[in-house]
Structure formats: structure tokens, C-alpha cells
């Protein structure tokens, strides 16, 4: 089955400790995202990658970091200077010059730091 | 910069009844394409309807139906006999028709379908 895959479904954090959230796709879309969901919020981009080894910030990339070393993976490591980091994140991806332009989701990683 | 506005943070239907969602946008754009996203509590995002802002013509899914008025910057999602399996948050978004292709997500309606 083609889809989205996150792993873990939920995480666990100290404080001061950088923790790395995985995003891999079997859609072979170009583009992946990364948003942030705080409750009584929408989602939030945080980064987001056109082709491999391209990416861009989005509006809250402060305190986060990516790579795109192959088309199927997008992970996303929350650092240490992330001053609010419990929260819900959601990938996703989608064919960058598709008509319909959707977004397709994975289903969540969330994250909380004791 | 663009904004998504959604003014009712809770709504409630009756089963088989008709409801109606409010989104609101600001933007500068003349051509970009509008969504409705539905959360669950699985909080699996799916997409419910999408409509691209060039077409004069509402978008309609089966049940979902929108009402989109271009000048008035407006979109909202009317549902039509409400089911228990609508009951979810509802997400309005926005994206540019550029090459980023980035969403801009309102803060979502939570909707409770009662039986």
C-alpha cells in the first residue's frame, strides 16, 4: 500500500536532549513537509523540501533542523533550542506541480518533553 | 502574507441534518487553490473538498459542498445529512498557486455530529 509512515507514534524527551522524528514515503512525490500542531491551532509549517537535497524554512523553523539525503525520507530533528517542543507534528508530501496540488498526511508523532 | 480565518472554534448538528462551516481568507493572489481538511480523533488529516479559486463553480463532494465567494474572500463547507462518522475537526486552508505550494492552515471548527 502506497502511503506516509511516521515513527514513533509517540515520543519522550528530556530536556536538553536533541530527538530525531522520522517521515518516509512510498508515493514517489517530490515534495515533503513538516508542520506543527499546538491545540486550538492549525498546523504550522515548519520545513518543507521540493527535490532531495534541497529544503527550505518554513514559518517556524526556529529550534528544528532537516535533511534530504534520499526522495522517500524527510526526517526532523527537534534540538535542544527548541523552547517549546511538546507538540503534535505531522508530515506530509505531495507531487510539487500536481493539478490537484494535495497534500497527503502521515499519521502524527507526539512528541512530549518531561 | 496569507491568513486563514475560522471565527467558530465549536458547532454542533443533529444526525441527517445540514451544517454549515465559516472560513475566511486574506490575500493578495488572484490565483491559488482553497481546501477543507477533516481531523478525526485519530487525527489522521484527510481532505474533504478542494476548489481552485479560478473556477466559478463550487466544488461538491457527495455529502460536502462548498460556497465560495471570490470578492467576499470567503469559503465555507456545507455538509449535508450529518453523520456520526463527521464528527471532527475541520481544517480551512490555503495555497499559493507559486512554485512553494505551501498550505495556510485556520485554527479549525470542531464539529460534534449528535445522534
Known amino acids: 500500500d502506497g502511503g506516509i509512515t511516521q515513527s514513533p507514534k509517540y515520543l519522550f524527551r528530556k530536556e536538553g536532549q536533541n530527538v530525531t522524528l522520522s517521515c518516509e514515503q512510498n508515493l514517489n512525490h517530490d515534495a515533503m513537509y513538516w508542520y506543527r500542531q499546538d491545540p486550538g491551532q492549525g498546523l504550522r509549517l515548519i520545513y518543507y523540501s521540493q527535490i532531495v537535497n534541497d529544503f527550505q524554512k518554513g514559518d517556524i523553523a526556529e529550534g528544528y533542523s532537516v535533511s534530504r539525503e534520499k526522495k522517500e525520507s524527510f526526517p526532523l530533528t527537534v534540538t535542544s533550542a527548541q523552547k517549546n517542543p511538546t507538540a503534535f507534528y505531522l508530515c506530509a508530501s505531495s507531487i510539487p506541480t500536481g493539478f490537484y496540488n494535495e497534500q497527503f498526511f502521515g499519521p502524527g508523532t507526539r512528541l512530549t518533553v518531561l | 502574507a496569507q491568513t486563514v480565518t475560522q471565527s467558530q472554534p465549536e458547532m454542533s448538528v443533529q444526525e441527517a441534518e445540514t451544517v454549515t462551516l465559516s472560513c475566511t481568507y486574506d490575500?493578495?493572489?488572484?490565483?491559488?487553490?482553497l481546501f477543507w481538511y477533516k481531523q478525526p480523533p485519530s487525527r489522521q488529516m484527510i481532505l474533504v473538498i478542494r476548489?481552485?479559486?479560478?473556477?466559478?463553480q463550487n466544488a461538491t463532494e457527495n455529502r460536502f459542498s462548498v460556497n465560495f465567494q471570490k470578492a467576499a474572500k470567503s469559503f465555507s463547507l456545507k455538509i449535508s445529512d450529518s453523520q456520526l462518522g463527521d464528527t471532527a475537526m475541520y481544517f480551512c486552508a490555503f495555497m499559493t498557486s507559486g512554485s512553494a505550494r505551501q498550505l495556510t492552515f485556520g485554527s479549525g471548527t470542531q464539529l460534534t455530529v449528535l445522534p
Open positions: 476548489q481552485e479559486a479560478y473556477k466559478q
Open positions: 490575500t493578495s493572489e488572484n490565483n491559488y487553490y
